[in-house]
C-alpha cells in the first residue's frame, strides 16, 4: 500500500493540470491548487499516507455525510419524507428541480437537501449544540480530538452564500424548513468549515466502510444506504463519471475533498484543492481512479 500511494502521489505531482479553486467562497479562492494528500485505512486498522496527509483542509460538502448520520440517528427513516434518494443531474446549488418538486431536495448530498438534513437535526434545539453533535461524531469515528471549524471560512461563505439563502427560503416556502431559515443556515454553513486531515478522515470514514477496526455509530443496513447515496449522488452530476472511473461511492466538497469507501475493504480519503467542471476535486478523482485499478477495488 505504501508503494502504491507513493506511486499515486508522484504521478499527481508530475500533472500540469490542477483544475480551478472554489472562487465563490472568498475564504478558499487564495489556496495553491498544486497541493494533494491521500490516506488509505485498511480492514486491520492500520493507516498509509502520501502527500500532505497532516494538513487541515476545509471539508465542505463532505460534511454532508456525517450530518446525514447524525440526522439518521436522530430522527431515523422520517428524514425521508422530507428529502429524496434519487441522483439530480444538476449542479449541487441548482434550484431547479426544488421548484418542480415541490420543495422536496432530491438526495441529501446536494445543497438544498443537506439544509433539510441539518434542520432536521436542529430540531428546535440551538445551533451550537446540533454542531457539537456533528462534531462529537466526526471526532469519535475519526478517533482524532483535532477536528474543528474555521470560523473564517463559515463568516465567509455567510457573507456570500446567496444562493443556499436562497435555497432555504425556497424550502420555508414549501414547509419543508421547520427553523428559522438564518439558524439552519448558519449551521449549515458552520458544518461545512470543518477542517480535518485525509489521515483523520479515512479514520472517520472506517464505520462506513464496516471495518471491524470502527467504532460501532452506525449499524451496516444504514452504513450500506449511506454509501448507496454516495454512489448515486456524492459527486452531483459528476456522480456517474465517479463511478465510471473509480467504481466505489465517494462523496466530494468544494474544498478539494474526496471521501471515498470501499465497503468491508477500506476507507480513503483524498484532498487536492483544484475542481473540475462539476466542482469536484480534479487530481482527487484522478488519484482515486488510480488507487482503485492498482488495487482493483472497484465494486463492479
Ligand atoms: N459550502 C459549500 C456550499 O454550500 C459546499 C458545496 C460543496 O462542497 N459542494 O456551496
Given at each position: 500500500?505504501?508503494?502504491i ?28 491548487p498544486?497541493?494533494f ?41 422520517q ?14 446549488d ?18 438544498a ?28 469515528m ?25 435555497l ?18 448558519g ?8 477542517e ?31 454509501n ?31 471521501l ?41
Open positions: 500500500m505504501e508503494e500511494l507513493k506511486t499515486i502521489a508522484s504521478d499527481i505531482f508530475r500533472q500540469d493540470e490542477w483544475g480551478q479553486k472554489a472562487q465563490y467562497i472568498p475564504e478558499l479562492a487564495g489556496i495553491d498544486r497541493q494528500a491521500i490516506s488509505v485505512c485498511l480492514k486491520d486498522g492500520s493507516l498509509y499516507s502520501a502527500g500532505a496527509a497532516d494538513k487541515p483542509f476545509s471539508i465542505q460538502s463532505v460534511a454532508k455525510v456525517f450530518s446525514l448520520v447524525a440526522a439518521l440517528g436522530r430522527v431515523g427513516d428524514l425521508w419524507t422530507r428529502v429524496g434518494r434519487e441522483p439530480l443531474g444538476n449542479s449541487f441548482s434550484v431547479l428541480l426544488l421548484e418542480q418538486e415541490n420543495g422536496r431536495p432530491r438526495n441529501p448530498y446536494v445543497n437537501g443537506a439544509i433539510v438534513t441539518t434542520d432536521a437535526l436542529l430540531a428546535g434545539r440551538a445551533p451550537k449544540l446540533a454542531l457539537a453533535e456533528i462534531l462529537c461524531l466526526i471526532k469519535h475519526s478517533d482524532s480530538d483535532s477536528v474543528y471549524i474555521n470560523e473564517a471560512v463559515a463568516a465567509s461563505e455567510q457573507k456570500t452564500g446567496s444562493r443556499n439563502k436562497a432555504a427560503y425556497y424550502l420555508q416556502s414549501h414547509g419543508n424548513l421547520y427553523n428559522d431559515p438564518e439558524l439552519t443556515l449551521t449549515y454553513f458552520h458544518q461545512c468549515a470543518i480535518m486531515t485525509t489521515a483523520q478522515l479515512a479514520m472517520a470514514g472506517r464505520a462506513l466502510a464496516s471495518l471491524p477496526c470502527a467504532p460501532k455509530v452506525i449499524s451496516h443496513l444504514r452504513a450500506r444506504r449511506v448507496a447515496l454516495m454512489m448515486t449522488c456524492g459527486h452531483y452530476d459528476g456522480s456517474g463519471d465517479f463511478a465510471f472511473q473509480v467504481g466505489l461511492p465517494g462523496k466530494s466538497g468544494v474544498g478539494g475533498g474526496i471515498v469507501i470501499a465497503p468491508n475493504v477500506a476507507s480513503i480519503a483524498i484532498w487536492s484543492p483544484g475542481l473540475n467542471h462539476y466542482g469536484n476535486s480534479h487530481a482527487g478523482t484522478r488519484a482515486a481512479a488510480m488507487l482503485t485499478r492498482a488495487t482493483n477495488w472497484s465494486i463492479f
